[in-house]
């Protein structure tokens, strides 16, 4: 008999769903553990592997809606023939049932053996290693029987980014470390990051999603491998910033800022020296004078993994979200012990006595070009009620279940409104 590959449940209340790719073409040899097609649901693409040895006959086609537990293929073992079956479309006779376990059935002698190739990625990890141009040699699998997953391309892509200190492929110049996240047609978006960060921070950003346009990040004065005397105010470190910029485009750009960087991308626009068509501004520095000053401190007085974590955790809302290579990261620019001094030296600057002195909310009154505001109702390092002082002009998304990196906690999102932002500055 031919074996059935029945639709499966991947949630509780999953009574229907869709096939959103077929990965073994109709007629097609298989073996049991093989992924033969896909679910896409609303966090990740979900794989279905082949129960058994044999020919796949597709019996839905990609998009068609199905019942769960309906038989959406079979396949046939060797000496067998499968008549066409009929598409499992939805009725209101469908009956819903579980999926059975039928992962490892007993194997049936003379049917076909296609091993797969070690370590076998799934066509998700493969996807996100292609885009982001990282090979998968090398990389040890935390799936089943090894098998590489998103989880595991992420993680290297973490490591890759390790030491902060030392970006990949630096633009020469004279002036601030700068790097090209990626290459693309139309108005770059400029990136700045955080206080304690460096340009590495918007890797995540960008890891597993595509984007359209052109994007450099720049390493503030006194972070990653800029030079480390600090300004003397927000006006000399703009102006910094300004001829980083010139340096690589001279033309319209988009800013993108995550905290103190977002308080410099609204003073930017308010200085009117770039030709600036939009704003992105993520968890925003500058909007009223609190901050968790015990994190300013213990962030740089941390030296290893041990004594980071905790600080680190303060910054999302899931503590899960903080990954082991991210920690290491972090431990490891610690060792420089200039950096960390150029660091303190900038924290006494722009917070002394655990205050913003950096206010941005004149620079805001004034802007007439598309901006965005993305902050997390759970930030713990900047209030969120400071968003209520914003300008009618600014659109505000407050994000739920999100802390102080809401560009790495929800970086579908976030990407989706910087994506916004840059079509409308076009």
Known sequence: MPVPVLYPKVSLEMQTGRIARWLVADGAAVSTGQ????????????????????????????GVEVGVGASVAHIIVADEVLAPAAPAVVTTETIMAEQPDTRHPPTRSGAPALKSRSPNPTPLARRIAREQGVSLAGIIGSGPRGRVQKSDVIARLEALAAPPNKPEA??????????????????????????????????????GARADFPAFAIDLPAHGASPRATPADADALCAQIESAVL???????????????????????????????????????????????????????AKNATSLR???????????????????AVAEARLDTGLTAAMEAFAERFFPDGTQALSVHADLARLQIPAKVIFGRQDRILPFATTRCLPATIGLHAVDACGHLPHLEHPALALRLLHEVWRSAG
């Open 35 to 62: 992924v033969i097609f896909e679910i896409d649901n609303d966090k990740a693409a979900v794989e279905v592997e082949a129960p058994a040895d044999g020919t796949l006959r597709h019996a839905t086609a990609e």
């Open 170 to 207: 630096p633009i020469e110049d004279a002036g601030l470390n700068a790097v090209w996240l990626r290459q693309g047609v139309g108005i770059p978006v400029v990136l700045l990051h955080g206080y304690s960060a460096d340009l590495n921070n918007w890797r995540g950003l960008f890891a």
């Open 247 to 301: 340096a690589r485009h001279e033309g319209p750009v988009v800013v993108a800022g995550h905290s103190f960087g977002g308080a410099i991308a609204a003073r930017l626009a308010g200085r009117g020296r770039l030709d600036l068509r939009g704003l992105c501004l993520f968890a925003p520095a500058g909007l009223g004078p609190e901050i968790d000053e015990a994190f300013t401190r213990g962030i740089l007085r």
């Open 310 to 328: 905790p600080w680190l955790e303060r910054l999302v809302h899931d503590p899960a979200g903080i990954s082991e290579a991210f920690v290491k």
